[in-house]
């Protein structure tokens, strides 16, 4: 099993940054790809970015430019950076383990919301 833990999310003003912090505790060796997900009311969970464990990176065409995905693997920590933020990027954000054979882990998301 692995454990997430979120944080780091809150209000904040367009324009402004946030950074989002996923610690993972447990069988981190079966980790493969990490990642952040978000969520708005009355929509589907999106992929927002991900990292895979050679440091490969992936992000939704919206948050390209704006959003940076980091890992810091002796912490088993894995990072969203959000700068530029905009009020579509409302959302309750979660982390996201998948394993080696493709079992997903979730945290229990994060709020965050953008004020214009």
């Known amino acids: 099993q692995v454990q997430l833990v979120e944080s780091g999310g809150g209000l904040v003003q367009a324009g402004g940054s946030l950074r989002l912090s996923c610690a993972a505790s447990?069988?981190?060796?079966?980790?493969?790809?990490m990642g952040w997900y978000r969520q708005a009311p009355g929509k589907q969970r999106e992929l927002v970015a991900s990292?895979?464990?050679?440091?490969?990176?992936n992000y939704a065409d919206s948050v390209k430019g704006r959003f940076t995905i980091s890992r810091d693997d002796a912490k088993n920590t894995v990072y969203l950076q959000m700068n530029s933020l905009k009020s579509e990027d409302t959302a309750v954000y979660y982390c996201?383990?998948?394993?080696?054979?493709?079992?997903?882990?979730w945290g229990q998301g994060t709020q965050v919301t953008v004020s214009t």
């Open positions: 447990g069988r981190t060796f079966s980790i493969n790809v």
């Open positions: 990292i895979t464990s050679g440091g490969s990176t």
């Open positions: 996201n383990a998948k394993s080696r054979i493709s079992v997903n882990y």
